[in-house]
């Protein structure tokens, strides 16, 4: 049975810009070939039996290339597979989609095709400038821009493009701006024309330069801006300066290594992005399943019979609801039990499963949750504490000093991924890392075991901490904790960051 292939847009590089569907379709992927400007971090969406397969390398002959992607698309929908090919940008403007979709109606192998947002729009519009503007560009033509400028005849007639009204965004086009500049100048296009070059579109690592059409070559240069870029000629170019607003949020260029759980990644990672920081995922513990659930699903079994339940993070939640639904049960089982939710994201965690949390303390550390419980009569409650296999006795203690009945059991286990070490010491020995988001001791013990103790490679790096005891665990490895966050949540923690950034450019 022949499969299909669906051709997927993977938008300029900033993975928040890939369509709804285009997402929705590397979920469904046995298989994804991705290519060199397609974001790895898209992967994410990507089914836990699909496979990625990066087809990206570039040959001598290109021409060669593509009827070998081309060969490979045909094979592997015939073998029966969905086979999504994630193109960056949008497939149809430059990508060759249209090559391959003619290789599969040949071969007779369905497909899909999903637009992308194309970088000839995006990255001009993170970097301030709108391809058309009322009074200035009624129009916008996109050309390659890779071509040679003084080669005759078709496909790219100079003389007509520097006559032709509106915007002129170029892709493609580092190598050749001065030749294709002196062109337009020569064709009749004026020298003072605004101009722009942006690099890296849309990712924390844009730069952007401004000028006119006779210098903007030579400026690109001094910035050292090459390819992948964009160029953007005509008078929209000039309300770049004014209107640029990506490369002004607070933690825009910070390279961030997050440590947090993989299962959790997404959540801290997408928030740093939205700061425009680059999340580099390095994750020194990833969450399993017990290999023993014995004692859990007793302690479940007797749900109803615990006044409390407290939950300590959304691991914890997610553990119990996965053993109860093996037990064929909801949160019907909590009967009337009261459950406290330490942190926001768990309490939200427990509401997306119909359970309302009766206590959610402010401050996240084990003396605080403790005291929240002081002003009830706690003497022979029973409490249940789900938690890590890892996870120190301090609450469950703290609770029993007000004469509490506390089963604390294990509901998962968390594990150091067999290839963390390694990816760690990678990202930290680029010496591009500029801060370290911790968010628990267990991520600073497992990179420091990563590390092998040593710290330095953690020098000039700002440490981040989630709280009062993920900053113990660092001080006691021997790091210096720069930045703690006050409300002790993944959103508490990148506010903090970005505070200590911009406290940091005052000082200077």
Not at 166 to 173: A, N
Not at 199 to 216: D, E, F, H, K, S
Not at 295 to 313: H, K, P, Y
Not at 405 to 426: C, G, N
Request: hydrophobic share 50%; no cysteine; net charge negative.
């Amino acid at each position: 049975m022949t499969g299909k292939v669906i051709l997927v847009g993977a938008g300029p590089g900033d993975p928040g810009l890939i369509t709804m569907r285009g997402a929705r379709a590397l979920g469904q992927a046995d298989l994804v070939l991705y290519d060199r400007l397609a974001n790895p971090a898209l992967l994410a969406h990507v089914a836990p039996h699909g496979e990625a397969r990066y087809i990206g390398k570039e040959s001598d002959e290109p021409g060669e290339r593509q009827a070998a992607v081309n060969q490979l698309l045909v094979s592997e929908a015939q073998q029966g597979k969905t086979v999504v090919r994630l193109k960056g940008g949008d497939p149809f403007v430059f990508g060759r989609g249209g090559e391959e979709l003619e290789a599969l109606v040949e071969a007779g192998v369905p497909f899909e095709v999903v637009p992308g947002v194309t970088s000839a729009v995006a990255a001009p519009a993170y970097a301030g400038i709108p391809v058309t503007h009322r009074g200035m560009a009624a129009a916008f033509t996109v050309v390659s821009g890779s071509e040679d400028s003084d080669k005759p005849g078709p496909p790219l007639d100079w003389a007509a493009l520097a006559k032709t009204p509106g915007t002129l965004v170029l892709l493609m086009s580092a190598r050749r701006l001065e030749e294709i500049a002196a062109a337009l100048i020569r064709h009749g296009r004026a020298a003072d024309t605004p101009a722009a070059v942006v690099r890296w579109g849309t990712l924390p690592a844009q730069r952007a330069v401004y000028g006119a059409l006779a210098n903007i070559a030579e400026r690109a240069a001094n910035a050292g801006i090459g390819a992948p870029a964009v160029a953007v000629i005509g008078e929209v170019a000039q309300l770049g300066e004014r209107l640029r607003w990506f490369d002004r949020a607070p933690l825009f260029g910070m390279r961030v290594l997050v440590t947090r759980p993989r299962q959790q990644m997404s959540a801290l990672s997408r928030l740093l992005t939205e700061y425009g920081a680059e999340a580099v995922e390095a994750p020194a513990i990833e969450i399993a399943p017990l290999e023993d659930t014995a004692e859990l699903d007793a302690a479940l079994g007797a749900l109803g019979t615990f006044d409390w339940v407290v939950f300590t993070s959304v691991n914890g939640v997610a553990a119990v609801f996965e053993r109860l639904a093996h037990q064929r049960r909801d949160a019907r089982a909590f009967g009337g039990a009261q459950v406290a939710a330490v942190g926001s994201a768990t309490a939200e965690a427990l509401a997306e499963r119909g359970i309302a949390a009766d206590y959610v303390p402010r401050t996240f550390t084990t003396a605080a949750i403790a005291d929240g419980f002081s002003g009830l009569d706690m003497r022979g409650k029973r409490v249940l504490l789900p938690r890590a296999d890892i996870a120190p006795a301090a609450l469950a203690d703290a609770l029993r000093t007000r004469d509490a009945e506390v089963a604390s059991v294990a509901a998962y286990r968390t594990l150091k991924p067999a290839d963390a070490d390694a990816r760690t010491r990678a990202a930290l020995g680029s010496g591009t890392i500029g801060a370290a988001a911790f968010t628990s001791s267990s991520t600073v013990r497992n990179l420091m075991e990563a590390l092998d103790g040593d710290t330095g490679l953690l020098d000039g790096v700002m440490i981040a901490s989630i709280g009062p005891v993920t900053s113990a665990a660092a001080v006691e490895a021997g790091l210096r904790v720069d930045v703690e966050a006050q409300t002790h949540t993944v959103a508490g923690l990148v506010e903090a960051m970005a505070a200590a950034r911009a406290a940091a450019a005052e000082e200077r």
